[in-house]
C-alpha cells in the first residue's frame, strides 16, 4: 500500500445505516471514561454530535438538550454529545452556559457526558465530518436502541439548530412502533392513529377486512388501515 493509500484509509470516513449496530469505541467525556454504547446495553441513547464549543447555535442546543434531559431519561434514554473539542474546552463551555438564559431556560446544568473527540475518530466512524468542514463535525443525530442498534440518523448543517420537538417525536415513534407493533403516518404525534402493518397473504387480506369492521378500525384500503390509538 502507497502513503497515499495509507493516508486515505486513515482519512476515511464512514457512514453507519439505519439497521445496524453502533460502531463501537471508549473515549474519555465530561463525566469521564465511557464504553460506548455498551455502558448504554438496555436503554435507549440519542448520540449527538456539535460543529465547536463557544459557538451561538451549539449553545442553545446545548441549553435545550439540557432543558430536557430529564424528560429524555424518563423516556429511558441518556444523552451523549460529542464535537472535535477537549475536554477543557468542553468544560469551561458547558460552565459557562450554567450562567446563561434563554427561551424560558434558566441557567441549565448539562449532566450529560460531553465526548473530547480531538483525533476525529468517532466523528469519522460515525460520519460525522462532511463537506462543509474536515476540523468540526456537522449537527449529527442517532437514535440508537436498548440493543445498540442505529434505528434513525439526522444530519444537519452548521447554520440550522436542531428541531427538539421532532427529536423527540423521533424516538416516541420508535418506540410506540417496538411496542404495538404498528407504523406510524405522515406527522404522527401521540395519541394519534397508527397504522397497522399490511396483511402479505390473500387470506390475511379478508381477515383484515373482518377485523377493520370494529369501531378501533378505518380501513381505507386492504393495504391502509389505520387504529385508534389507545
Not at 20 to 35: H, R, V, Y
Not at 82 to 107: P, T, V
Not at 175 to 188: E, F, M, R
Amino acid at each position: 500500500m502507497t502513503e497515499q493509500n495509507v493516508e486515505n484509509v486513515e482519512n476515511a470516513v464512514n457512514f453507519p445505516l439505519i439497521g445496524t449496530k453502533a460502531p463501537e469505541f471508549k473515549i474519555n467525556t465530561t463525566q469521564g471514561m465511557i464504553n460506548f454504547p455498551e455502558d448504554f446495553k438496555g436503554k435507549w441513547v440519542i448520540l449527538f454530535s456539535h460543529p465547536s464549543d463557544f459557538t451561538p447555535v451549539c449553545t442553545t442546543e446545548f441549553m435545550t438538550f439540557a432543558s430536557m434531559h430529564d424528560e429524555f431519561n424518563a423516556l429511558n434514554t441518556e444523552l451523549v454529545g460529542l464535537s472535535i473539542d477537549s475536554i477543557f474546552s468542553h468544560l469551561a463551555w458547558l460552565n459557562a452556559i450554567g450562567n446563561y438564559s434563554w427561551e424560558g431556560i434558566d441557567k441549565p446544568e448539562v449532566k450529560f457526558p460531553l465526548i473530547a473527540d480531538l483525533k476525529m475518530e468517532v466523528a469519522k466512524m460515525y460520519g460525522m465530518v462532511q463537506g462543509e468542514s474536515d476540523i468540526t463535525a456537522v449537527r449529527a443525530v442517532f437514535f440508537i436502541d436498548p440493543e445498540g442498534m442505529i434505528r434513525t440518523i439526522l444530519y444537519y448543517p452548521a447554520s440550522l439548530g436542531r428541531n427538539f420537538a421532532e427529536i423527540k417525536r423521533i424516538l416516541l415513534g420508535l418506540q410506540k412502533s417496538d411496542k404495538d407493533g404498528v407504523a406510524l403516518p405522515a406527522n404522527w404525534e401521540p395519541g394519534k392513529d397508527v397504522i397497522v402493518p399490511p396483511p402479505g397473504t390473500c387470506p390475511a387480506v379478508k381477515e383484515r377486512k373482518e377485523l377493520a369492521k370494529g369501531e378501533e378500525y378505518e380501513m381505507k384500503d386492504w393495504y391502509l388501515t389505520f387504529k385508534k390509538d389507545k
